[in-house]
């Protein structure tokens, strides 16, 4: 623990230089031990810090991708929820043409429920696109928000290796006998 609390005010001595670090009078370790010690912690925590930033930036660029493809997903849903709109409103003006040109009264009885149902199995086909794709970039959405935990998840799994990697640090700078008086 000594040796984490001197890495820890070498390292704010070296950001902020105007902060004094601890008394001689302190420190039962030699000056180029405690050096060769901080600048292994120093070391240590700076690899820890590209490897946390990595994590994060790694989930952040696939979140982006994710998002990306939920927008896609959804764009081509709609436009295909378009197309068969538009097929299906084609359709059923050939069959109200067909209707009318045969002489039969359009407003009631068979050609009129005909009609009627098929039109709204052509709102059935339509929405059931948009679902599709409304669950496709609800997905990617999921996916997105699942990586960006997981970028987290992993820095924090990071930075308690760490706290091990200067705990074990220590612990061989003591078994070393760097702390001995």
Same mark, same amino acid.
């Given at each position: ?59 952040? @660029? &696939? =979140? /982006?991708? $994710?998002? #990306?493809?939920? !927008?896609? @997903? &959804? =764009? /081509?849903? $709609?436009? #295909?929820?378009? !197309? ?98």
């Amino acid at each position: 623990m000594l040796v984490l609390t001197y890495a820890l005010a070498f390292l704010a001595w070296m950001v902020l230089p105007e902060v004094a670090l601890p008394p001689d009078a302190y420190l039962a370790i030699e000056p180029i031990t405690l050096f060769l010690l901080a600048t292994v912690a120093v070391a240590t925590v700076a690899q820890a810090g590209v490897q946390i930033d990595a994590s994060i930036k790694q989930s952040e @660029a &696939q =979140a /982006k991708q $994710y998002k #990306e493809q939920a !927008r896609v @997903a &959804q =764009a /081509k849903g $709609y436009a #295909e929820e378009e !197309r068969i709109r538009d097929m299906n409103r084609r359709r059923l003006r050939k069959m109200r043409e067909a209707i009318g040109t045969s002489g039969v009264r359009s407003d009631l009885g068979t050609p009129l429920d005909t009609y009627l149902n098929e039109q709204g199995a052509a709102e059935i086909d339509a929405m059931n696109v948009r679902m599709g794709a409304n669950y496709a970039a609800s997905q990617a959405r999921a996916a997105a928000s699942n990586s960006l935990a997981a970028g987290k998840i992993a820095a924090i799994g990071q930075g308690i290796g760490l706290v091990g990697d200067l705990g074990s640090l220590a612990l061989r700078a003591d078994m070393a006998g760097a702390f001995d008086d």
